[in-house]
């Protein structure tokens, strides 16, 4: 059963990555998250919602967003939020019923599983756009943080592995399986640089430091562990700097992201300041819709939260960023391993929002598994019986 949901999840993860290519696969994950919802229905007479905070602020923003589709009348914008939602309850309500104690351990190998097709149709495609990688993307930016799931997958993976080394006996295959989840690392890192997207290269430093600093904390201030973790480490970052100065790809990638931070060092936001002073005055109480930024010759705002504002208007803003808050509320009531997990997704979500938008991307399917996740016995309810 474990390995039949992991395909049906890495099928789901696979088609967010590609929704920007086609609206085909929109139909497709939209199926697969009823799909998920009927499994886990016929499977479990009761069916648990333990963060219900996350999924009323979530229910609400569906709410705010449709009732914006019907003032501004935009059939997209009602498909775009009634699909999300359907996503959100397969993934947080029905998918955490389904995978219980083995969310991180299935989630991950689906996001590997689901990466490997999709690598390797970015790469057959190898679409070069404005100077950067585009892979099957119109667009180098897109490619850039459509890596970003992949590396938050391989980071928790290596936290785990980490951990292990620390604190138990030092086995070859730990070693092994941390060099295995390093080399991805660099894969992430080394197509991040070839898109030339500056904002996802920083998200990518900051999730990469939030694993470090969870490490260090959890060293519990002992001298062996920290022994361990302080070889480990500069063993890593030897091995990184080694890939980075013998291999040429690698050193052409760098060179690509650094001309195009030189030309772009005059306008560092290139050109969305503008953009953003233009939605705020024009802000409306139920937004303009989806399309409304054509006007100004750009399809989105270029920033997650000010797109919600321009396109569904200020309820919507406020019930999604309760949404966030209320999973990083969580923390207290998750096990160490899914508060890193939790706090990876947060920070990445917020680094990439500030220059792109996120709906069908797999941060938000990741946002939407820890958002379900907390086991707490505190507030839930049940959904069916």
């Given at each position: 059963?474990?390995?039949?949901?992991?395909?049906?999840?890495?099928?789901?993860?696979?088609?967010?990555?590609m929704?920007?290519?086609?609206?085909?696969y929109?139909?497709?994950?939209?199926?697969?998250?009823?799909?998920?919802?009927?499994?886990?229905?016929?499977?479990?007479?009761?069916?648990?919602?333990?963060?219900?905070?996350?999924?009323?602020?979530?229910?609400?923003?569906?709410?705010?967003?449709?009732?914006?589709?019907g003032?501004?009348q935009?059939?997209?914008?009602?498909?775009?939020?009634?699909?999300?939602?359907?996503?959100?309850?397969?993934?947080?309500?029905f998918?955490?019923?389904?995978?219980?104690?083995?969310?991180?351990?299935?989630?991950?190998?689906?996001?590997?599983?689901?990466?490997?097709?999709?690598?390797?149709?970015?790469?057959?495609?190898?679409?070069?756009?404005?100077?950067?990688?585009?892979?099957?993307?119109?667009?180098?930016?897109?490619?850039?943080?459509s890596?970003?799931?992949?590396?938050?997958?391989?980071?928790?993976?290596?936290?785990?592995?980490?951990?292990?080394?620390?604190h138990?006996?030092?086995?070859?295959?730990?070693?092994?399986?941390?060099v295995?989840?390093?080399?991805?690392?660099?894969?992430?890192?080394?197509?991040i640089?070839?898109?030339?997207?500056?904002?996802?290269?920083?998200?990518?430093?900051?999730v990469?430091?939030?694993?470090?600093?969870?490490?260090?904390?959890?060293?519990?201030?002992?001298?062996?562990?920290?022994?361990?973790?302080?070889?480990?480490?500069?063993?890593?970052?030897?091995?990184?700097?080694?890939?980075?100065?013998?291999?040429?790809?690698?050193?052409?990638?760098?060179?690509?992201?650094?001309?195009?931070?030189?030309?772009?060092?005059?306008n560092?936001?290139?050109?969305?300041?503008?953009?953003?002073?233009?939605?705020?005055?024009?802000?409306q109480?139920?937004?303009?819709?989806v399309?409304s930024?054509?006007?100004?010759?750009?399809?989105?705002?270029?920033?997650t939260?000010?797109?919600?504002?321009?396109?569904?208007?200020?309820?919507?803003?406020?019930?999604?960023?309760?949404?966030?808050?209320?999973?990083?509320?969580?923390?207290?009531?998750?096990?160490?391993q899914?508060?890193?997990?939790?706090?990876?997704?947060?920070?990445?979500?917020?680094?990439?929002?500030?220059?792109e938008?996120?709906?069908?991307?797999v941060?938000?399917?990741?946002a939407?598994?820890?958002?379900?996740?907390?086991?707490?016995?505190?507030?839930?309810?049940?959904?069916?019986?």
């Amino acid at each position: 059963m474990k390995l039949f949901i992991t395909l049906v999840f890495s099928a789901l993860i696979f088609m967010s990555l590609m929704q920007p290519v086609d609206g085909i696969y929109h139909k497709v994950s939209l199926i697969i998250s009823f799909f998920i919802i009927i499994i886990s229905i016929l499977q479990h007479k009761k069916i648990s919602i333990h963060n219900v905070q996350a999924s009323v602020f979530f229910s609400m923003y569906t709410f705010f967003c449709v009732i914006a589709a019907g003032v501004n009348q935009d059939m997209n914008l009602l498909k775009n939020s009634l699909q999300l939602f359907c996503m959100f309850l397969a993934v947080s309500i029905f998918f955490n019923d389904l995978v219980k104690e083995h969310v991180i351990q299935i989630v991950v190998n689906s996001v590997l599983l689901a990466y490997v097709p999709f690598i390797c149709l970015c790469f057959l495609q190898a679409r070069y756009m404005f100077g950067g990688f585009a892979g099957v993307f119109e667009n180098p930016n897109t490619m850039g943080f459509s890596m970003i799931g992949l590396m938050v997958a391989v980071l928790i993976r290596l936290y785990q592995l980490t951990m292990k080394i620390l604190h138990e006996r030092q086995q070859p295959k730990l070693i092994l399986l941390f060099v295995f989840y390093a080399t991805i690392y660099l894969i992430c890192l080394y197509i991040i640089l070839l898109s030339n997207a500056r904002t996802s290269l920083l998200t990518a430093a900051l999730v990469t430091i939030v694993v470090i600093v969870s490490s260090i904390k959890n060293l519990n201030k002992t001298f062996v562990p920290f022994l361990k973790f302080s070889a480990l480490f500069a063993a890593t970052v030897l091995v990184v700097f080694i890939a980075f100065m013998k291999m040429d790809r690698m050193q052409d990638a760098i060179q690509s992201i650094v001309l195009k931070m030189e030309k772009k060092s005059t306008n560092i936001t290139d050109g969305r300041l503008e953009i953003w002073q233009y939605v705020f005055e024009h802000v409306q109480f139920w937004g303009h819709g989806v399309e409304s930024l054509w006007s100004i010759g750009v399809s989105h705002a270029h920033n997650t939260l000010i797109n919600i504002l321009q396109e569904a208007g200020l309820l919507a803003l406020v019930s999604y960023c309760c949404f966030l808050l209320a999973i990083a509320k969580g923390y207290r009531h998750m096990n160490d391993q899914l508060a890193v997990l939790m706090a990876l997704i947060i920070v990445a979500m917020l680094g990439v929002s500030t220059f792109e938008i996120l709906y069908f991307n797999v941060l938000h399917i990741l946002a939407f598994v820890v958002s379900g996740s907390l086991r707490d016995t505190g507030k839930k309810t049940i959904l069916t019986e």
